[in-house]
């Protein structure tokens, strides 16, 4: 699982200042006055490290290159996703810019292998100096100043602020339509929630990036790290638009244990916790490797056994008549929002607009149904816990989303 944090306790720099200089050459850093490179020898040429910035995007549209959607079986388009202030854009590019792109694709992930930066260290340091590229999620990060110096000269060299993609983020929608009809434009009104899986490590694959509407699902490849500047994007953006990213937003429920069933194309059947929050359900699997995870429920389900059989009652009357404060689903309410949904890269969030409706149905095969306008998703519910978190959530979120249990 991934820390919230960037680079936690990390021991590789203190945070960038916006007086660090490197090489544009090798990325190495420079000494105050130098007029040469230390490492190189390349005559000095500045480059402004990034400094820490708000977590709230620019109003200028974020393009995120790297992607393909499947025509059939076994053909594919390249795409890239360019992201408005009130849509999302998946761009079919001219043949002579997918050209471009692929020759710079190829050259970045050499120059990521032999540096040893990951993808999303890449993306996520070049987004504090490009102003077509998302801020972090989260807002300020520490960023050692010897990664910037590297993701920095690698941007220089490979001409990353000039790329051919960004010539998109110029034109309006109805101009990139008009180039090719084969590009696809949604609006955030129509999106239900965007979802994926960061599926690969290493700078070779390609992750899965998940937009569901109200009239279909599109299912996009997206390689080299993009998958991470396009989730933090869209989450953002969409926050923004239905009005969620302000300050004060409160988890006021846990339903722990919810267990999907594998979707098509999805390599895992995901357990989540589902996050009523007073602005949105927010769907985030429990921080932690897997033996982590099972260890702390099993301890917890031990402590509570043993309190409940101290008070001469059943394990469901106990359940159902605390507030259960002490248990490890309860960790999330020690974290801010975006914290959650950046935790791991499946955790995603429906606003409560979008959503119909909310059943809890028990019997021999306990689930949650979230009703949404195109579909429905059903999750088996643990019923010892289930029914009563989800009384909460129906009493503090009345006239928000309905919410029944049978």
């Given at each position: 699982m991934k820390s919230p944090d960037a680079y936690p306790n990390d021991y590789r720099g203190a945070p960038v200042t916006a007086t660090s200089r490197f090489c544009t050459a090798c990325g190495a850093p420079l000494s105050p006055g130098a007029k040469f490179c230390e490492q190189c020898g390349q005559p000095v040429a500045m480059v402004t490290a990034a400094a820490p910035v708000p977590p709230l995007l620019p109003d200028v549209p974020v393009v995120i290159p790297f992607g393909a959607m499947h025509t059939g079986v076994f053909s594919r388009k390249d795409i890239l996703l360019v992201i408005t202030g009130?849509?999302?854009?998946?761009?079919?590019?001219?043949?002579?810019?997918?050209?471009?792109?692929?020759?710079?694709?190829?050259?970045?992930?050499?120059?990521?292998?032999?540096?040893?930066?990951?993808?999303?260290?890449?993306?996520?340091?070049?987004?504090?100096?490009?102003?077509?590229?998302?801020?972090?999620?989260?807002?300020?990060?520490?960023?050692?100043?010897?990664?910037?110096?590297?993701?920095?000269?690698?941007?220089?060299?490979?001409?990353?602020?000039?790329?051919?993609?960004?010539?998109?983020?110029?034109?309006?929608?109805?101009?990139?339509?008009?180039?090719?009809?084969?590009?696809?434009?949604?609006?955030?009104?129509?999106?239900?929630?965007?979802?994926?899986?960061?599926?690969?490590?290493?700078?070779?694959?390609?992750?899965?990036?998940?937009?569901?509407?109200?009239?279909?699902?599109e299912r996009w490849r997206v390689a080299l790290g993009g998958f991470y500047p396009a989730r933090a994007a869209l989450f953002?953006?969409?926050?923004?638009?239905?009005?969620?990213?302000?300050?004060?937003?409160?988890?006021?429920?846990?339903?722990?244990?919810?267990?999907?069933?594998?979707?098509?194309?999805?390599?895992?059947?995901?357990?989540?916790?589902?996050?009523?929050?007073?602005?949105?359900?927010?769907?985030?699997?429990?921080?932690?490797?897997?033996?982590?995870?099972?260890?702390?429920?099993?301890?917890?389900?031990?402590?509570?056994?043993?309190?409940?059989?101290?008070?001469?009652?059943?394990?469901?009357?106990?359940?159902?008549?605390?507030?259960l404060a002490d248990a490890p689903w309860q960790e999330f309410r020690n974290r801010s929002i975006h914290e959650v949904l950046d935790a791991d890269g499946v955790n995603y969030f429906i606003p409560y607009p979008q959503i119909r409706g909310v059943a809890y149905k028990g019997g021999r095969n306990p689930a949650i149904t979230i009703s949404l306008a195109s579909h429905a998703l059903e999750l088996q519910a643990d019923p010892l816990f289930a029914p009563g978190q989800l009384r909460e959530a129906q009493q503090e979120l009345a006239g928000k989303v309905p919410i029944t249990i049978a």
């Amino acid at each position: 699982m991934k820390s919230p944090d960037a680079y936690p306790n990390d021991y590789r720099g203190a945070p960038v200042t916006a007086t660090s200089r490197f090489c544009t050459a090798c990325g190495a850093p420079l000494s105050p006055g130098a007029k040469f490179c230390e490492q190189c020898g390349q005559p000095v040429a500045m480059v402004t490290a990034a400094a820490p910035v708000p977590p709230l995007l620019p109003d200028v549209p974020v393009v995120i290159p790297f992607g393909a959607m499947h025509t059939g079986v076994f053909s594919r388009k390249d795409i890239l996703l360019v992201i408005t202030g009130d849509s999302l854009i998946a761009v079919v590019p001219k043949p002579e810019v997918s050209r471009a792109i692929e020759e710079i694709r190829e050259q970045l992930s050499e120059a990521l292998d032999q540096s040893g930066i990951t993808a999303r260290e890449f993306w996520e340091v070049s987004a504090a100096s490009s102003p077509m590229l998302p801020r972090a999620y989260l807002g300020p990060r520490q960023v050692p100043a010897d990664l910037a110096g590297q993701v920095n000269g690698i941007r220089s060299r490979l001409g990353l602020d000039t790329a051919p993609w960004l010539r998109y983020g110029g034109m309006r929608p109805d101009q990139i339509i008009a180039e090719n009809p084969a590009s696809l434009r949604v609006s955030f009104d129509d999106i239900l929630y965007v979802r994926g899986e960061d599926l690969v490590d290493d700078r070779g694959g390609e992750d899965l990036l998940v937009v569901r509407t109200t009239h279909r699902e599109e299912r996009w490849r997206v390689a080299l790290g993009g998958f991470y500047p396009a989730r933090a994007a869209l989450f953002s953006r969409i926050g923004k638009h239905h009005g969620l990213d302000v300050p004060g937003e409160q988890i006021v429920s846990i339903v722990p244990a919810c267990f999907e069933p594998g979707p098509k194309e999805f390599d895992f059947q995901y357990v989540f916790n589902l996050l009523f929050s007073d602005r949105r359900l927010i769907l985030a699997v429990t921080p932690g490797s897997e033996d982590e995870v099972e260890r702390a429920w099993d301890h917890y389900m031990e402590a509570i056994g043993k309190k409940a059989r101290q008070k001469g009652i059943s394990l469901e009357a106990y359940a159902a008549g605390e507030e259960l404060a002490d248990a490890p689903w309860q960790e999330f309410r020690n974290r801010s929002i975006h914290e959650v949904l950046d935790a791991d890269g499946v955790n995603y969030f429906i606003p409560y607009p979008q959503i119909r409706g909310v059943a809890y149905k028990g019997g021999r095969n306990p689930a949650i149904t979230i009703s949404l306008a195109s579909h429905a998703l059903e999750l088996q519910a643990d019923p010892l816990f289930a029914p009563g978190q989800l009384r909460e959530a129906q009493q503090e979120l009345a006239g928000k989303v309905p919410i029944t249990i049978a």
